[in-house]
Nanobody
Framework: QVQLVESGGGLVQAGGSLRLSCAASGRTFSNYAMGWFRQAPGKERELVAYMRTSAGSIYYSDSMKGRFTISRDNAKNTVYLQMNSLKIEDTAVYYC?????????????????WGQGTQVTVSS
């Protein structure tokens, strides 16, 4: 089992920044690829960013490229999502998720563990 706990969400003005953290406990964190997803009201959950166990493989959804940065610190069992130039449409609940297998990074069914989510609200 892996337990994931997100933190760092909150209210920010458009153009501002937030850094989300996802702390993992349980099995060896470094063995898992990590993803950040988000779900806005009335919308389906979508992939924000993905990072494999090593830093060599990172993926961002198009609307996040250049604004968001995913990183991980395996020594701290934590994955981060730095969000800059936030827009009102970035308002959502953000989730981190862990997966042991490779494949389609957008396939939510391949993620083994999920956090409870943290709310990010961007105001005008």
């Amino acid at each position: 089992q892996v337990q994931l706990v997100e933190s760092g969400g909150g209210l920010v003005q458009a153009g501002g920044s937030l850094r989300l953290s996802c702390a993992a406990s349980g099995r060896t964190f470094s063995n898992y690829a990590m993803g950040w997803f988000r779900q806005a009201p009335g919308k389906e959950r979508e992939l924000v960013a993905y990072m494999r166990t090593s830093a060599g493989s990172i993926y961002y959804s198009d609307s996040m490229k250049g604004r968001f940065t995913i990183s991980r610190d395996n020594a701290k069992n934590t994955v981060y999502l730095q969000m800059n130039s936030l827009k009102i449409e970035d308002t959502a609940v953000y989730y981190c998720a862990a997966r042991a297998t490779l494949g389609n990074v957008r396939d939510e069914s391949k993620y083994d563990y999920w956090g409870q989510g943290t709310q990010v609200t961007v105001s005008s």
